[in-house]
């Protein structure tokens, strides 16, 4: 129950098959996890270095990692999803969503250094979509569909032989396609009170 304190497991393995896990638990992992599509997962939160989620799987998850975060093909994360990577290293960090993915909730790439927002991306790759909000502190690549807002510190991209600066190409990001339910993440500080809602009611 979420009136309790979550419940916080240690993996011991590398990867999540064939579990059942749903409500207020926190699952831990010191290295990296692969979440197989096998795993029935609800409003799971998932802290490790390295998170990839295998193709088809669907559940409602927030993932918080430090260094990547992997979605493959046909995976659909639903309301309300989080992909947070904070990067507090000079090694180049990365969230990769692939072709035909869907998250609902939303994406958020943060580091500590200037220079490290010359390295670290968040890439929504051929018919990806984010249904929410996007915050990168670095280079946004979307060959995709945004229906939501985005804001990153600068935009590229990036083909099998060239790489192009301030470019997009075959992009969709359009803020009019969000739901009116949706509840925003408060990532971006602001001096205007907002108004608060819940996005899920668990019973």
Do not use: W
């Amino acid at each position: 129950s979420f009136v309790k304190e979550p419940v916080h497991i240690q993996l011991t393995g590398t990867v999540l098959e064939q579990v059942t896990i749903k409500g207020n638990y926190i699952l831990h992992a010191r290295d990296s996890v692969y979440i197989k599509n096998t795993a029935l997962l609800e409003d799971v939160i998932i802290r490790a270095p390295k998170i990839k989620v295998e193709g088809n799987f669907k559940g409602s998850i927030q993932l918080l990692a430090t260094q990547k975060i992997t979605i493959q093909q046909d995976a659909q994360l639903t309301y309300p999803s989080v992909l947070c990577l904070y990067n507090k290293t000079s090694d180049k960090s990365l969230i990769e969503i692939e072709d035909k993915a869907k998250i609902y909730g939303a994406v958020v790439l943060v580091n500590d250094s200037v220079h490290q927002q010359e390295e670290d991306a968040v890439v929504l790759k051929k018919e990806a979509m984010l249904l929410g909000e996007l915050y990168c502190m670095g280079k946004l690549m979307v060959e995709g569909k945004v229906y939501g807002a985005a804001y990153a510190n600068r935009v590229f991209h990036k083909t099998p032989v060239s790489n192009y600066d301030n470019c997009m190409v075959n992009s969709e990001i359009d803020i009019t396609r969000r739901p009116e339910f949706f509840v925003s993440v408060p990532v971006l500080k602001t001096t205007v009170k907002k108004k608060k809602g819940v996005c899920k009611k668990v019973l």
